[in-house]
């Protein structure tokens, strides 16, 4: 009997900036996917916040689900039952709901830097970064701006944390997206003293409560998260055919299930997530000696230190140019998909000069933090006496995908912040020997690539749901919550899974830097450094036109 029909299935969902994603895997091996599926949309810009309405994120969900089903039935199956669930999405960010459940604004997602006051005074306040994006800087802006939702604040949710809740009833959050809610402390669970901190510094906004009554409960990886409830089915499945009661792993954010889908959980590995944004994620063998606004403290999914290294602007503005060029190509009587386009374009970058020839490529649509910029303007800059070719400025606008990322990454070389392996996932990177080189030359270290992450987030919220079903099954490892029985165990499990169970005999390609691509990266990373003040005067000079939305690809 097939693993679709008997139930050994699991299913991974993320919601990520431009595709909900849908991805089923057989639960006993997570390597074999058995079907997936897919939504696009889009997030747009109301009243100056980045958000999605709400009725887009379950019409989305559905819709990908529905796709995924279809993908099984040309297989001649039905899905039914699932051993386990899992809901991952976009990190961070801000929702905000009152006693009865309902939503009090609209989503305010990871892309707004409107935060800066709160984000500035909780740094100060809490002795570690607080970046612009978490939902504690958007919670405290919210006090300080005197926002009339506020008096009907309940709780507080990541996405997706709330479409967990609505799949499941409980209120619970990965501490990996807890992490990017509130700091976490050794003990995998909000750092007590700086939530009383936050409380005797908000206290007349608490009027009495502590901030952990608007969290939700923090779990680690393989925890008890509940079951797939008949309403959360409904949810998923208008038409009533898939049942209830599948077990549901902890949810988790999208640079979670990228170092799961990446094997990179283990101290002294990292992974590279490049989409609408770009973040890197180092497994810390110890704690940082120093705060650095570049770098925010988070967690594996299982619990452990990470340093993170965001920037809200990875490859839209690269997909921008190869809309252009799809444009191009369609107006010549060409026929080409995009994919192809993707092909061209980043081959031909293999053939610019290894500086780019003096084109600088700024792709920032929103603002970027680590750059200093409340707001962004996408920028092709030259000197008159730059090599401008089709080569270079596709070089360049790889480059661009890398180079704030190669400023954070600076940061933590100068805390000696170990390293043994670099994985990197997303489209960007299915063009062989392309993104996955510069990549390497942009940090001078090896960077590695995998042909099991091949659905990317989707794929490694599937994984955490089969660990979390193989551990339901085991008997004496849980306490009645379904937490491990003691908290330094929850990260040997699921990094022995992963290498043991998900991983062995995994193919990859690893590539070196090559010593002409790290000079080159390197001199195009000083002249990008001192570009930023035409970006910056970009921003001040060119007012936005007025467009409420944004139709942003990923590579």
């Known amino acids: 009997m097939s693993a679709i029909a008997s139930g050994r299935t699991s299913l991974g969902i993320e919601l990520g900036s431009t595709r909900i994603k849908a991805c089923l895997v057989d639960a006993e091996n997570p390597t074999t996917v058995l079907a997936v599926g897919s939504h696009e949309w889009e997030n747009a810009l109301e009243d100056g916040v980045w958000t999605y309405a709400e009725d887009a994120i379950w019409s989305g969900l559905q819709a990908a689900y529905a796709d995924l089903v279809a993908d099984v039935r040309r297989q001649g199956a039905e899905l039914t039952e699932l051993a386990g669930i899992g809901v991952s999405a976009m990190m961070h960010g801000y929702l905000a709901f009152d006693e009865g459940g309902n939503l009090l604004v609209p989503f305010r997602t990871w892309r707004n830097t409107s935060t800066g006051a709160a984000a500035a005074e909780l740094t100060e306040l809490l002795g570690v970064n607080i970046p612009l994006r978490w939902s504690i800087a958007h919670l405290h802006q919210a006090i300080l701006d005197d926002e009339a939702h506020l008096a009907s604040l309940a709780k507080i949710n990541t996405l997706a944390g709330w479409v967990h809740e609505k799949l499941t009833g409980r209120f619970a959050l990965?501490?990996?997206?807890?992490?990017?809610?509130?700091?976490?402390?050794?003990?995998?669970?909000?750092?007590?003293?700086?939530?009383?901190?936050?409380?005797?510094?908000?206290?007349?906004?608490?009027?009495?409560?502590?901030?952990?009554?608007?969290?939700?409960?923090?779990?680690?990886?393989?925890?008890?998260?509940?079951?797939?409830?008949?309403?959360?089915?409904?949810?998923?499945?208008?038409?009533?055919?898939?049942?209830?009661?599948?077990?549901?792993?902890?949810?988790?954010?999208?640079?979670?299930?990228?170092?799961?889908?990446?094997?990179?959980?283990?101290?002294?590995?990292?992974?590279?997530?490049?989409?609408?944004?770009?973040?890197?994620?180092?497994?810390?063998?110890?704690?940082?000696?120093?705060?650095?606004?570049?770098?925010?403290?988070?967690?594996?999914?299982?619990?452990?230190?990470?340093?993170?290294?965001?920037?809200?602007?990875?490859?839209?503005?690269?997909?921008?140019?190869?809309?252009?060029?799809?444009?191009?190509?369609?107006?010549?009587?060409?026929?080409?998909?995009?994919?192809?386009?993707?092909?061209?374009?980043?081959?031909?970058?293999?053939?610019?000069?290894?500086?780019?020839?003096?084109?600088?490529?700024?792709?920032?649509l929103s603002g970027e933090p680590i750059a200093g910029l409340d707001e962004g303007r996408p920028l092709v800059v030259r000197t008159p006496d730059?090599?401008?070719?089709?080569?270079?400025?596709?070089?360049?606008?790889?480059?661009?995908?890398?180079?704030?990322?190669?400023?954070?990454?600076?940061?933590?070389?100068?805390?000696?912040?170990?390293?043994?392996?670099?994985?990197?996932?997303?489209?960007?990177?299915?063009?062989?020997?392309?993104?996955?080189?510069?990549?390497?030359?942009?940090?001078?270290?090896?960077?590695?690539?995998?042909?099991?992450?091949?659905?990317?987030?989707?794929?490694?919220?599937?994984?955490?749901?089969?660990f979390a079903a193989a551990q339901r099954d085991v008997p004496g490892t849980r306490d009645a919550t379904g937490a491990a029985t003691e908290r330094q165990d929850a990260s040997p499990e699921l990094a022995a899974y992963l290498t043991d169970h998900v991983f062995a005999g995994a193919a990859s390609v690893t590539v070196d830097p090559d010593p002409a691509d790290v000079a080159g990266f390197a001199d195009y990373l000083t002249r990008y450094r001192a570009g930023l003040a035409a970006e910056a005067a970009a921003v001040t000079a060119l007012p936005l036109r007025g467009i409420r939305s944004s139709n942003e690809g990923t590579a």
């Open 174 to 364: 990965g501490v990996g997206d807890a992490s990017g809610m509130f700091p976490v402390g050794s003990d995998g669970q909000y750092d007590r003293e700086r939530v009383a901190a936050y409380d005797a510094h908000a206290t007349g906004f608490l009027a009495g409560r502590s901030l952990t009554d608007l969290l939700p409960e923090v779990l680690p990886a393989g925890a008890d998260a509940g079951t797939l409830s008949a309403e959360g089915a409904a949810l998923l499945d208008p038409t009533g055919t898939l049942r209830p009661g599948a077990v549901a792993a902890p949810a988790e954010g999208d640079a979670g299930t990228g170092m799961v889908a990446t094997n990179a959980v283990s101290p002294r590995t990292g992974n590279v997530s490049a989409g609408t944004s770009i973040f890197a994620m180092v497994v810390l063998e110890r704690p940082l000696e120093r705060v650095h606004t570049e770098i925010d403290l988070v967690t594996t999914p299982a619990g452990d230190p990470v340093a993170m290294v965001h920037c809200n602007n990875g490859a839209s503005e690269l997909a921008s140019f190869v809309s252009l060029f799809s444009r191009f190509a369609a107006a010549s009587g060409q026929s080409l998909t995009n994919d192809a386009v993707y092909e061209t374009l980043l081959r031909e970058a293999l053939e610019g000069a290894a500086d780019a020839g003096g084109v600088l490529a700024y792709n920032h």
């Open 386 to 466: 730059a090599e401008f070719s089709l080569a270079n400025v596709m070089r360049a606008q790889v480059y661009g995908v890398f180079a704030t990322l190669a400023i954070g990454m600076q940061t933590l070389a100068e805390e000696g912040v170990g390293l043994d392996q670099m994985f990197a996932h997303g489209g960007v990177f299915r063009t062989a020997g392309v993104a996955q080189r510069f990549l390497a030359g942009a940090l001078d270290a090896p960077v590695t690539v995998g042909d099991t992450a091949a659905e990317g987030g989707a794929w490694g919220m599937a994984v955490l749901a089969a």
